[in-house]
């Protein structure tokens, strides 16, 4: 089945500064590549999502990029803004179900 | 807005007790998941249910099982509680066809003694 790796697992930037959070995945089937954050307390929400169709994705200050050959696709935060301090998860399909398999989840902090 | 709710936010069982976790959606969705969180693992797929009565194992199945009888709802079951069941449980569902969307419930933490 699909397996997801997620890196790394905390990041702490100044704020301004740029965060980029890299995942790797092993069906080479996967066609879809989710990404979820999940502010303190709060449940998982999508923020952006590419399809394998596509190499690069942006969507203002985040954009994905996805890279087939070498199966990883990363999230970019640009600008980076305290309330951008979260976890964020990477996803993938599940072989031919509508399930997803999560990434182990990056811990971002912002520093004003 | 899509709602999907998770019955009780905060449990504290015994060891060995059976254990009900309720989560209902309004959106008529078909897909319904349960995830499990901990720190550093992630979110990690227990069961999920793509109809009703229809359920499929996910990752970590073991000491768990799940009950779909209404669309609406989705079910975890612990049938004899463990200490390493202690964990924030997140209920999730989806349409079909599949958007890639999944909406979650605000988790359920649940405190095995």
């Known amino acids: 089945g699909e397996n997801v790796e997620q890196h790394p697992s905390t990041l702490s930037v100044q704020e301004g500064d740029s965060a980029v959070i890299k995942c790797t995945y092993s069906?080479?089937?996967?066609?879809?590549f989710p990404w979820y954050k999940q502010e303190l307390g709060k449940r998982p929400q999508l923020i952006i999502d590419?399809?394998?169709?596509?190499g690069e994705k942006k969507d203002q200050r985040i954009a994905v990029t996805l890279n087939k050959t070498a199966k990883h696709f990363s999230l970019h935060i640009t600008e980076t803004q305290p309330e951008d301090s979260a976890v964020y998860f990477c996803?993938?399909?599940?072989?031919?179900?509508?399930?997803?398999?999560f990434g182990t989840g990056t811990r971002l902090q912002v520093f004003p | 807005d899509v709602k999907v709710t998770q019955s009780s936010r905060y449990l504290v069982k015994r060891t060995g007790e059976k254990v009900f976790l309720e989560c209902v959606q309004d959106?008529?969705?078909?897909?319904m998941f349960w995830y499990r969180q901990d720190p550093g693992l992630g979110l990690r797929l227990i069961y999920f249910?793509?109809?009703?009565?229809?359920?499929e194992k996910g990752d970590i199945p073991e000491g768990y099982s799940v009950s779909r009888e209404k669309k609406e709802r989705f079910s975890l079951i612990l049938e004899s509680a463990s200490t390493n069941q202690t964990s924030m449980y997140l209920c999730a569902s989806s349409p079909k066809p599949h958007t890639g969307e999944l909406f979650f419930g605000e988790g359920s933490r649940l405190t095995v003694l």
């Open positions: 590419i399809r394998s169709n596509v």
């Open positions: 959106m008529d969705h078909e897909n």
């Open positions: 069906d080479s089937a996967s066609n879809y």
């Open positions: 249910s793509y109809d009703v009565k229809m359920k």
């Open positions: 996803a993938a399909p599940g072989g031919n179900t509508d399930k997803l398999i």
